[in-house]
């Protein structure tokens, strides 16, 4: 297990630096995030109590639409001289090169939000911080399940050609249930309403689908990557 952990973690640094001495992605999808944030700033009245009802889905759009680019990365990295078929080749289980390249996708992807956040607050005068516990609750959460999934269909969509095409389509169909959970407690907390009563069950459907999908990509990855 303490093997299999720092084979993962290995995985993970390695992405991580990769895309940190580049910052192709990561300035890429900060850039599209602020943009888009920026422009339906003017298309909404941040004053207006509407505004704030739908901020939730709003954010977690932007999200998504700035995470592809990140997870559409994260085994396109590895085609240039053929590393995808050296790491497949190598002793290293499949499970340790997935959890890894998942939590680097995971890590990337909360910078983009934290970086995100703040300039939400500004653009559409929400004080995001009032529940600063539940809302880093609901952004892990859901970023790992967008980390997960993303990280699995990237590995199955690598040798397309029209992989940029078809990970989103593969990918925003299958999240639809987290997203659906996240953008409802965002909302909630956003409006700093207290998370209680029904809203549990969306925190419910949130863990479940990230216990799932774990299991489900860890039990795949297998059948994914090598064949």
Sequence with gaps: MIRFLKLTMAVAGKDIRSEWRT?????????????VLLLFSFAFDPASESTKEFAGGLLWLVFMFAGALIVNRSFARELPNDCLDVLIA?????????????????????????????VFGI????????????????LTMTTWAMSVVGTLFSALTVNLRLRELMLPMLLYPMLIPALMAAIQLTTVVLTTDPVGGDNYTWVKLLVGFDIIFTSLSLALVDFVLVR
Excluded: H, R
């Design 90 to 118: 190598s002793p290293l289980p499949m499970a340790a090169l997935f959890l890894g390249k998942a939590i680097a996708c995971f890590t990337l992807l909360m910078v983009i939000e934290l970086i995100s956040l703040p």
């Design 23 to 35: 910052k192709e992605s990561l300035n890429a999808s900060i850039a599209f995030s602020i943009v």
């Design 123 to 138: 653009f559409y005068d929400i004080t995001w911080w009032n529940q600063p516990g539940w809302l880093m609750l609901i």
